[in-house]
């Protein structure tokens, strides 16, 4: 049996004796109010863990010191009674050579794991929400001008507060969490017992609380049984609270969020979950799952709903094209410009011409539906959605202190775009390594969290293992796309051999490998073909960027976004050897980190055959 650890989950109730606390900087302020507390999409009143978790480590950071033992401010890894005005932050090691209790308990400055630790942050706590949608109420104030003893100009301020119960021990707001460090119950206790203050306006009566923590029962310490094979797995994640899935570049003071899940960031959620419940965090099996090269294929996760069935989870081909004016409901049915496109690349003479004039007239006459006629625009979003509404996004603006003047930081109000929470994602984890189901499954059933701010309850996830799909042999795929492009090639009065040509869309972004600057290099070693025999290219690029936490640093690389199209010409080749090959490229994917999803195709993809309903020229 599987050694597991034993974690020590609880539950923190905050009560607000006086009714009133204000914690800002989440959710947007209307005009005419000066400040808004927290709350969430569904109305309920919530303490972001960030303010949480500050006002915790303050007081413990206190009651260190008090006791005459090392306590950094905020993580900073700096000595306040040894060293005068501050000094350069860096990882804590005051506590001979380890980081002071409030490190271990909260976090300090790393970029890597040190040997033998499993967590940046012991203590996991999430937001505080209260039990219902909340009501507010105003508060009005004046600055006053105390020389003239009256209201100073311009400065009446409005504040909207929750409403709170005024029951006897009712707790107003309720948070999960864990401990992963059972040897720090007792600094976390402390820290909990001597907060007595949440927020802003302290000397002005708000948010005085009182905090109460009931430890719950740990799940029992058996490793679950896989119900799933070697071949992989399809899974359902939904948001259960706020995520931020890191961009690749930064905007000063802005953290935007991607509104997919890149297979790095999952197959990171996996192993930190397994290297929280495992014992034994050498175990074979676990690093053989998410070894870099040899493990699983994480792919990439994007937004799904729920009654969209049948569909490969990737953006729509860069070729798809939709009515503009109904973009967002679909009523007006798409098509896709990929035959065109090939068909204007091969054609010549004067059926380049023919080709040429089918191709202005389409985008003249506009969206073929009854009546309408507008133009048509690229189609965005994904396919396993019904609709390209946006993904729903809050910006959070939040404002780190300097602990020692317990004031504002210099420069540090940053702010953080998040997902929120219901969002639901689909994706698969395939080609498992044997012996590593059961590990997959055991990692599936602990607490899950992706990208930043897993310490403090953001991007937590609910799984569900889904039914697999029944795909479409390649065969008869391959077969429908020769049909389709013989038949809009006759229509244009274009000669060809439709045998000869193969599409590949790109599911996932690729990654190039060597001296390759657009992705057909690749795609071509791996078909064993010439760069050369790439008939069409339709492609964007982009940037990877991700922090490789074991060698300690920043891997930036150019790619191709996913929903880019290839088509390349075999020439006289034999097309059965091919298909074997085009398998094999479809489980394994192409070019560089294919384990974490990068450079998973599709050949003869069927949405690339949504053909115009009208040729547009006469034979």
Avoid at 58 to 67: D, Q, W
Avoid at 119 to 143: K, Y
Avoid at 238 to 267: H, K, Y
Avoid at 509 to 514: A, E, Q
Wanted: proline share 6%.
């Amino acid at each position: 049996m599987t050694a597991l650890r034993t974690p020590s989950p609880f539950r923190l109730t905050v009560t607000c004796p006086r009714g009133t606390v204000l914690v800002g900087g989440y959710s947007s302020v209307p005009e005419e109010l000066d400040a808004v507390h927290a709350r969430r999409a569904d109305g309920r009143a919530i303490i972001p863990a960030s303010a949480l978790r500050g006002a915790l480590r303050e007081g413990l950071e206190a009651l260190l010191r008090g006791a005459g033992q090392p306590a950094c401010a905020g993580g900073d890894g700096v000595d306040p009674a040894a060293v005068s005005g501050g000094g350069e932050p860096q990882p804590c090691t005051l506590d001979d050579g380890q980081p002071c209790v409030a490190c271990r308990l909260f976090g300090t400055r790393r970029d890597t794991l040190p040997t033998g630790q499993r967590t940046f942050s012991a203590l996991v706590v999430g937001d505080a929400v209260a039990p219902e949608p909340t009501e507010t109420t105003i508060r009005h104030g004046v600055s006053l001008d105390r020389k003239r003893r009256s209201a100073r100009s311009g400065l009446l301020f409005n504040r909207e507060l929750p409403l709170l119960s005024n029951q006897d021990d009712a707790p107003h707001f309720v948070a999960e969490g864990r401990l992963t460090d059972p040897a720090l119950r007792d600094a976390f206790l402390a820290a909990m017992r001597i907060t007595q203050h949440l927020g802003s306006g302290r000397s002005r009566g708000l948010g005085r609380v009182d905090l109460a923590v009931e430890w719950l029962e740990p799940a029992e310490d058996t490793a679950p049984s896989a119900d799933f094979d070697g071949e992989g797995v399809e899974l359902l994640l939904t948001l259960d609270s706020p995520a931020c899935v890191g961009q690749p570049f930064g905007w000063e003071n802005l953290r935007s969020s991607r509104t997919e899940i890149p297979g790095s960031a999952l197959r990171g959620m996996v192993g930190f979950a397994l290297a929280e419940a495992l014992q034994d965090a050498d175990d074979g099996a676990f690093q053989q799952l998410v070894e870099a090269d040899r493990g699983a294929i994480f792919d990439f996760a994007w937004p799904t709903s729920p009654q969209v069935q049948g569909q490969w989870a990737a953006p729509w081909p860069l070729t798809a094209r939709v009515c503009k004016r109904h973009a967002a409901d679909h009523a007006h049915a798409a098509t896709d410009g990929l035959l065109d496109r090939l068909l204007l690349t091969l054609a010549d003479g004067e059926a380049e011409a023919r080709v040429a004039q089918a191709v202005a007239q389409t985008g003249e006459r506009g969206c073929t539906a009854p009546g309408c006629g507008a133009p048509l625009k690229a189609r965005a979003g994904w396919r396993t959605r019904d609709a390209d509404a946006p993904i729903a996004t809050r910006v959070v603006t939040r404002l780190a202190l300097d602990r020692r003047r317990r004031s504002a930081r210099q420069g540090a109000l940053y702010q953080t775009e998040v997902l929120e929470p219901g969002l639901t994602f689909r994706t698969s984890v395939r080609r498992l390594p044997a012996g590593t189901a059961d590990r997959l499954a055991l990692a599936l059933q602990q607490p899950l969290s992706v990208g930043a701010g897993r310490s403090r309850g953001w991007g937590q996830l609910s799984v569900e293992v889904a039914p697999r799909k029944a795909r479409d042999d390649l065969a008869p795929r391959q077969r429908r796309f020769r049909q389709a492009l013989e038949r809009r090639a006759e229509a244009l009065g274009v000669q060809l051999d439709a045998r000869r040509y193969v599409a590949v869309t790109l599911l996932a972004p690729l990654l190039p490998d060597g001296a390759d600057d657009d992705g057909a290099g690749t795609l071509a070693a791996a078909l064993d073909l010439d760069v050369s025999g790439c008939a069409l290219r339709v492609r964007r690029f982009g940037y990877e960027n991700g922090w490789d936490q074991r060698a300690g640093r920043r891997a930036m690389l150019r790619s191709v976004v996913a929903g880019s199209v290839f088509v390349f010409d075999l020439g006289e080749a034999a097309t059965d050897v091919h298909l074997r090959t085009m398998r094999d490229l479809e489980t394994d994917g192409a070019g560089l980190r294919r384990t974490q999803g990068f450079g998973r195709v599709l050949f003869f993809d069927p949405a690339l055959l949504i053909e115009p309903t009208d040729a547009g020229v006469k034979r």
